[in-house]
């Protein structure tokens, strides 16, 4: 344990961050929020990394135009550019430029802040839940056991999905947090193979007769009853299109309340202590293995809602990849969020609008919507490096994240 | 771990621990020999005979292996209780591992013989499983030696997955256009098939210098990396095989590597075939496991790279420079790992499919763990991972109603037991995964 940070309190133990002098901009900012952060780490490098990864984005989709390859002129570079310009319009058109738009950037939201939440409250407490998919799928799963069994009135259904996806996604992340507190077993180790468990137990699902409907012998799963599924908040407008549902309002309770536990309760102060210095936290006369428990049952139970949102607010029935790689999004979402959940809800906002827009993009401009998770990956290397932010745009960052995780040797 | 011990009568000490594990293993020989003589044995009733076939109709002429069920299953059903019981009251010191694989295989191979003799073929081609077995475990293990390099010298690669991924697809986007049929062959290959390995190593291997300068120079959580140079990769190749292989299929389609029976060595009965005739991307794996066992403990400059990942202070101390040995293992490991990708399409189907490696890097990762950090154990590794991957192959063949998931899962299973201990600890080097600064 020699990469232990030592002598000074992290930041948010020390309440208030940056006591020094403000420039002007940040201390605009304090006086118009009342609240008194980073603004440099909190939001300057987060925006400035968003724009040098669509800067990136823009230079990937005209480098791999083949036509321009191909004739190599000023006329063909003219089209690539144009191709790619009309590629960021459509991202933004197609996650803000319309109601159907803002609509569904809000439904694709809510299991990113929800997987996102389950992976920064990870972080919080020292460990690394690369396991959001598989706890998203075990979530999911029990969502549509529930769904496709029970009827109920929808006021009693969607709880009881709510609840059953929580205690899905809880238990599959609890298994790898008993792991690293009675074992060692690193919790990145154990979280990837549980992954890989949970898709093939997924598809092994799906081939049974409890979730196949009659006469299909692809894995899929039976419609989950109606009862069950997310109501939809704009239903009295009668529009396909439109498709926020509650899932939205379930994830911003659900940042509230882990902002709530996580800053304001004991709970989650020695959730905090733990992640900064397990050793300190266990001879402060906390119960570390509980604690690296309980962390990762709740962020898998938050995976698991994320799962749940999936299923019961979009899907409405199970295939093998329903969790859509959104448990690996969560990542990233979760470092350019800092780990904060109002910084994960507005990341999830960013993330929902790029899959909202990236859609439109691949019908509009052809150019496909995988771009957005290099996108994603490249914000992640910005936020992770300030160095190459400090470089590019010849400003002052705040501090490098440095170790978040811990080797596997420890 | 306590370091309290027990004496024996004869003399051999042992922690509580491995008297714990050792109950454990006789209890779990116990259960295995109760599982065969239950449900192999008396619960199917009598099956007849189970044939293993030990060669294919164009290989050297090896007999069948012709068996009766009711007979194996029993004789392997004792064996096994007496292992258990042997295990119990006296345990069996440093064989302790060696007689698990032995215990293993037993049940393993009643297993097979019950599946066989209870399905309606009552034969299979246990030649073809083997040669599966090895074939599927060239990746995993590639990958697991990738890992190797780059852990020996305490840098954390959990990158594989997309070096594999980038490798499979810079292989076949260079070779199609570049390799034409009527090429001379060499090695199995035309040329630009060859071109094509080259420039997946590279393409791993830039990728492998991008971990290593965000790691090493930019001090980036190593693990932060390694997931977003996945995402990144399985994202670009998404992308570009969408942008330019959808409209362009001559760019997706390369000559596969042809098998090399080497001579001689592959006209022997049923090991001839399996080991001994296979593309250039197995015998490849191969030579990587000697040579890079050789080179990490055999050389002076192995000593060293070790010596930066278990104390990195002590080797710059003795004038070994840390950060070039880290770039540099890194940058070989990216290299094992490219060539590896590249077997997923010129090794294997000749074209390029969105996240074709499907987990197999991560699988890698855990082949390295499981084989404790050594290019052997990495081998070995993937080669329980390579044999499980085929007997899921075989049992859908068999019908044997058990679902092949279940089986599929035992890699995973596997990893977690040896990750918390419970058969054998295993010991990453011990700065794995912290940056060094110089102080």
């Known amino acids: 344990m020699t990469d232990e940070p030592k002598g000074e309190a992290p930041p948010e133990m020390n309440g208030d961050a940056d006591n020094g002098e403000k420039s002007g901009w940040a201390a605009f900012m304090d006086d118009l929020t009342g609240v008194n952060v980073d603004w440099r780490s909190a939001v300057l490098v987060p925006v400035l990394a968003m724009t040098a990864a669509l800067a990136v984005s823009v230079l990937i989709i005209v480098a791999s135009d083949i036509e321009l390859w191909r004739s190599f002129s000023i006329s063909a570079l003219g089209d690539s550019f144009g191709q790619a310009g009309s590629a960021m319009w459509a991202l933004l058109t197609g996650s803000l430029g319309s109601l159907a738009a803002v609509s569904s950037t809000l439904a694709f939201a809510a299991p990113l802040i929800l997987a996102g939440l389950s992976v920064a409250i990870g972080f919080k407490a020292g460990l690394f839940n690369i396991g959001a998919e598989g706890q998203m799928l075990m979530g999911g799963m029990v969502a549509v056991a529930l769904g496709i069994t029970i009827d109920i009135p929808v006021f009693l259904n969607v709880p009881l999905a709510i609840i059953g996806a929580m205690i899905g996604g809880g238990i599959w992340g609890g298994i790898a947090g008993l792991l690293r507190a009675r074992t060692g077993a690193h919790e990145v180790i154990t979280t990837i193979m549980l992954n890989s468990i949970a898709g093939l137990a997924v598809v092994w699902m799906l081939s049974t007769k409890f979730f196949q409907p009659e006469g299909r012998l692809d894995p899929v799963s039976e419609d989950i009853a109606v009862s069950a599924r997310l109501p939809r908040l704009l239903g009295f407008l009668d529009r396909s299109d439109v498709r926020v549902h509650l899932g939205i309002v379930v994830a911003l309770i659900a940042a509230y309340a882990i902002y709530w536990v996580l800053f304001k309760s004991t709970i989650g102060y020695e959730f905090r202590a733990v992640g900064f210095n397990p050793n300190a936290a266990h001879y402060g006369g906390m119960r570390v293995t509980w604690l690296y428990t309980s962390v990762m049952a709740l962020s898998g139970a938050l995976a698991g809602l994320a799962g749940m949102a999936q299923i019961n607010g979009l899907l409405y029935r199970a295939s093998p990849g329903f969790a859509a790689g959104i448990g690996f999004d969560a990542i990233s979402l979760a470092l350019l969020g800092r780990s904060h959940p109002a910084g994960v809800v507005a990341a999830g906002f960013l993330f929902g609008a790029l899959r909202a827009g990236g859609i439109e993009m691949q019908v509009a401009t052809d150019v496909p919507v995988d771009l957005i998770s290099v996108i994603q990956a490249l914000v992640v290397v910005f936020i992770a490096a300030p160095a190459l932010i400090r470089a590019i745009f010849r400003v002052k960052t705040g501090e490098e994240i440095g170790q978040l995780t811990t080797g596997w040797g420890t | ?439």
Do not use: C
């Open chain 2, 1 to 439: 771990m306590t370091t309290k011990t027990v004496a024996l009568d004869e003399g051999v000490v042992r922690t509580p621990a491995e008297i714990k594990r050792s109950r454990y293993l006789g209890i779990t020989y116990l259960l295995l020999a109760a599982i065969v003589l239950f449900f192999f044995w008396r619960w199917s009733g009598d099956l007849g005979n189970f044939t293993f076939k030990l060669a294919r109709p164009l290989d050297p002429s090896a007999p069948d292996l012709t068996l009766s069920a009711s007979r194996t299953t029993m004789i392997v059903a004792v064996v096994l209780a007496g292992l258990g019981g042997f295990q119990l009251a006296k345990g069996f010191g440093k064989f302790n591992n060696m007689v698990l694989g032995f215990g293993i295989f037993l049940f393993i191979f009643a297993f097979l013989g019950w599946a066989t003799a209870q399905s309606s073929l009552g034969a299979f081609s246990m030649v073809g499983m083997m040669k599966a077995t090895i074939v599927r475990s060239v990746p995993i293990t590639l990958g697991a030696l990738a890992g190797v390099m780059s852990e020996r010298v305490a840098v954390i690669n959990i990158a594989i997955e997309g070096q594999l991924l980038a490798g499979a697809f810079v292989a076949v986007v260079v070779a199609s256009p570049l390799a034409t049929a009527d090429d001379s062959l060499f090695l199995g290959a035309p040329l630009g098939s060859w071109i094509g390995v080259g420039a997946a190593i590279l393409a791993g291997m830039l990728l492998a210098w991008v971990l290593a300068v965000l790691a090493i120079r930019y001090i980036v959580d190593q693990i932060i990396v390694g997931v977003v140079i996945t995402i990144f990769v399985g994202g670009m190749t998404a992308f570009l095989a969408l942008r330019w292989l959808a409209d362009n299929p001559q760019l997706n389609q390369a000559p596969i590597f042809k098998s090399i029976g080497l001579p001689g060595l592959s006209s022997i009965p049923f090991l001839g075939p399996v080991l001994f005739d296979h593309n250039i991307f197995v015998f490849g794996a191969f030579i990587l496991v000697a040579a890079l066992t050789f080179l990490l403990f055999r050389t002076r400059w192995g000593l060293r790279a070790r010596a930066v990942g278990e104390h990195p202070g002590a080797a710059d101390t003795l004038g070994v420079n840390v950060y070039r040995t880290r770039y540099l293992n890194v940058i070989i490991g990216g290299a094992v790992a490219g060539f590896g990708g590249a077997f997923f399409t010129l090794g294997s189907v000749g074209r390029f499919d969105e996240n074709m490696t499907n987990g197999r890097g991560f699988i890698g990762l855990a082949a390295m763990i499981f084989g404790r950090w050594h290019p052997v154990g990495a081998m070995a590794a993937g080669l329980v991972f390579g044999f499980a991957d085929a007997m899921s192959q075989t049992l859908g063949i068999l019908q044997t109603g058990i679902p092949s998931e279940f089986l599929g899962m035992t890699p995973f299973i596997a990893t977690i037991f040896v990750v918390a201990g419970v058969v054998g600890k295993a010991r990453p080097p011990a700065a794995d995964g912290q940056p060094y600064i110089k102080q």
